[in-house]
């Protein structure tokens, strides 16, 4: 686990870690409907591909829980996708390596991110805000 930013605020007081506070930001998708249910969501939802075998993954995993964190007061919905447990999330979305994040509104993809690219995927949040 690297440093995370200053800038997160511990909801839960100061003895829990930025990225368990993060973490709580972050909704996990287990199920197609449930998937398609955020990515139709009004929102910017950002929703994080990835799988628990890939090195890029584990490092992003606590970059986007931060930032899940950090624009949740724009009403960004972030969720998590692991490829492993909902393979067949991969040809309906697209995905054909991870990390990818991609950014929906209302039902209709708006950006894509592939890789362990944080500026380019926090540049994307903001274009999209």
């Not at 999330?89 to 993809?109: D, M």
């Amino acid at each position: 686990m690297g440093i995370p930013d200053a800038n997160v605020e511990h909801p839960q007081g100061t003895n829990q870690s930025p990225l368990s506070c993060a973490l709580k930001s972050v909704s996990e998708a287990t199920h197609m409907e449930e998937l398609r249910s955020f990515t139709n969501l009004p929102n910017l939802v950002i929703v994080n591909f990835s799988a628990q075998w890939c090195a890029p993954c584990k490092f992003m995993k606590e970059k986007f829980a931060i930032m899940a964190n950090q624009y949740a007061d724009h009403s960004v919905i972030a969720v998590h996708v692991d490829i492993d447990k909902l393979p067949r999330c991969n040809p309906v979305y697209g995905v054909r390596t991870v990390p990818t994040f991609l950014l929906y509104r209302g039902g209709h993809k708006i950006a894509e991110v592939v890789g362990a690219n944080e500026v380019m995927l926090r540049e994307s949040i903001r274009q999209n805000l």
